[in-house]
C-alpha cells in the first residue's frame, strides 16, 4: 500500500496526542496534519481531503460526536475513526452506530492504530 497518497487528520485537544499521532504517521510514511478542536478540524475539512480522521471524543467546544456529524455532511467519503479514553460500550456502539469504521481506545499502541487505519485503507 502506498502509504504517501493517503492524508489523515487528527484531531485532538491534547498537544501530546496530535504530535504523537502526526509523527508516528509521518514515520510510517502517511501525510498527517492535526488540528485542536473540531471548530478547526471542520475549517480544514472544508478546504482540504482527508481519507481518514481520527477524533478524540471528548473535546471542550464540540465533542467528536458533534464533529462527526459535521464532517459527514461536508466530506461523506470521509473515514472517521473515534480515539478516546472514553471507551466504555456505550460510546463505541454510538460511535459505530453513527457510521465510524473503528473505535480505538487510548492509550494505544503505534501497531494499534496502525493496524487500523491500514485495514481500513485497504477496504
Known sequence: MEKNK???????DEKLIRDLISDLLQHYGYNAVTASSGTEAIALIKNSHFDVILCDI????????????EVKKIAPEAKFIFVSAFDNQENINKGMSMGAKAFIGKPFSPDELLDVLENILKN
Not at 471528548?58 to 456529524?69: A, I, R, Y
Open 58 to 69: 471528548s473535546m471542550p467546544g464540540q465533542t467528536g460526536f458533534e464533529v462527526f456529524d
Open 6 to 12: 493517503y492524508t489523515i487528520l487528527a484531531i485532538d
